[in-house]
């Protein structure tokens, strides 16, 4: 949706607006110098794209990026997404990706091994045959979706919290990396990743997780958007740099918290 | 009764020179203008990913070139948005603008203002006392403001905010919340800008003061 204006004839706007904040005080002059004010006088003075332009793309991948902090921020603990009867599952759970069912990965369940890497003591790849060893939690909540719908679901698996420390984890590491087998990433941060509903999901609604919901392995995270729920996963790496993601790298908020 | 009060307000605000609506006052109206046109419009494109309803905003009128442009928008102007609509809330409360503008309001005056509004023969000699019907419209929107934030938030947190969200009907709900919200703010858009076209001098006021 390009919406160009006409610039002035014979106006640089950076220019003018140089010009405009040599007239103000020292004080005001810095303050409009350092502010985001340029962005709007420029959009003023004509020659900017302000809807699509680079510069507020560029500003509003800033404020996203404030908005990760914030949602840091937000974020308790020990507040637990809310959780459903049976009868609330929604039927049939849809099958949601960029690509068609039939086009998601097919998982030979004997070659499978979880692979660990990064800041962690106890780097043995998992089977699934180990993993369904471990106690298992469930839950019942809800999928929400960055497009809006949502979906109610029964998961069951280990305990996020429970399985990094097991494999001896730095618990104080700042992310949690995954890597899927169709090539979806995602980087979660690390108190979201000990969150006590996070959850290595080895099944939904008590049967072996079928392909379309992420066979073998899906990190079902009720405490964020349903594309910070990584499918298909091959690999998890605690670590200190954020790795990014799928979406996140295509300008979806990287916190995505709910 | 109102008549008096009217008066007395009319007379205060002459006595004291001031402007029909002081330097704050105006300058929260247009960033709250700004923000709302950005979150409407960015909120009908992310309505479009997955309609509400079955229906779809033409992208003529939506901001972002697509779901990911329009979130940023939407949670970019979210900002603007409540930082602005909480001084002017407080300092209407504070100053008690809100007391003496907004307040009391009789059915019998809204009826009778509405008739007259639609006759043509409302005056608008003081603008600087508010119509029955302005006194409900601009009262019945701050409060849909009210709402279109709070369920705005529900939908954003729905675990962080979950009782907020529950107190909404819950998250499926809370979003048609946010949508009715938004659908009476364009609905008062359409009648304020009309009529603030049809008086000039009130849409001056509203820019320079007087």
Redesign the interface.
């Known amino acids: ?1 390009p919406r160009q204006r006409k610039p002035l004839p014979g106006v640089d706007p950076k220019l003018l607006i140089g010009d405009a904040a040599k007239i103000l005080p020292e004080q005001s002059r810095r303050v409009f110098l350092r502010g985001g004010a340029s962005l709007g006088a420029l959009a003023v003075l004509g020659g900017c794209d302000i ?2 332009g680079d510069t507020s ?1 560029r ?3 800033v ?2 990026t404030f ?1 990760d902090r914030v949602q840091a921020l ?3 603990p020990n ?4 959780e459903y009867p049976e009868s609330k599952i929604t039927r049939p759970f849809p099958f949601n990706a960029y690509y068609s069912e039939d086009e998601a990965p097919e998982i030979d369940a004997d070659q499978y091994q979880l692979e660990i890497g990064g800041l962690v003591e106890n780097k043995k790849p998992w089977t699934l045959t180990e993993l369904n060893k471990l106690p298992e939690v469930s839950q019942i909540t ?1 999928h ?7 979906a109610i679901g029964s998961w069951q698996g280990v305990k996020l919290s429970d399985f990094l420390k097991m494999i001896g984890a730095d618990l104080s590491a700042k992310y949690v990396w995954f890597q899927c087998a169709e090539g979806y990433s995602n980087t979660i941060d690390m108190p979201t990743a000990l969150h006590p509903q996070t959850q290595l999901t080895l099944k939904f609604d008590h049967r072996t997780l079928p392909r379309a919901y992420g066979f073998p392995i899906k990190i079902r995270i ?2 964020k958007l349903g594309f910070k729920n990584p499918k298909y996963v091959t690999a998890m790496w605690v670590q200190n740099n954020d790795a990014g993601g799928y979406w996140e790298n ?4 990287w916190f995505s ?2 | 009764m109102s008549l008096s009060t009217n008066t007395v307000n009319a007379a205060k605000s002459v006595g004291r020179g001031t402007a029909i609506h002081p330097l704050v006052v105006r300058g929260t109206h247009w960033v709250n203008a700004a923000a709302m046109v950005v979150m409407i419009t960015s909120g009908w494109q992310i309505h479009n990913a997955f309609p509400t309803l079955p229906f779809e905003f033409p992208n003529v009128l939506t901001l972002g070139s697509d779901l990911t442009g329009a979130l940023q928008w939407h949670f970019a102007a979210m900002w603007l948005l409540m930082a602005n609509g909480l001084v002017y809330v407080i300092l209407g409360f504070a100053s008690g603008r809100f007391r003496r503008k907004l307040i009391p309001i009789y059915p019998n005056e809204v009826v009778h203002d509405l008739f007259a509004a639609l006759r043509g023969k409302l005056s608008h000699d003081d603008l600087s006392v508010y119509n029955a019907v302005q006194k409900l419209l601009y009262t019945g929107i701050l409060l849909t403001g009210a709402v279109i934030v709070l369920s705005g938030l529900s939908i954003w947190k729905p675990v962080q905010f979950h009782a907020l969200t529950s107190f909404f009907g819950g998250y499926d709900t809370a979003r048609y919340v946010h949508f009715a919200a938004m659908a009476a703010i364009v609905a008062f858009l359409v009648v304020h800008v009309t009529l603030a076209v049809l008086v000039p001098k009130s849409l001056r006021a509203m820019i320079v003061g007087r």
């Open positions: 949706m809807v699509d793309e500003v509003l991948r404020i996203s908005n937000l974020f308790n507040t637990l997404a809310p809800r929400v979706c960055v497009e809006g719908w949502s009720p405490t295509q300008g979806y908020n918290g709910l």
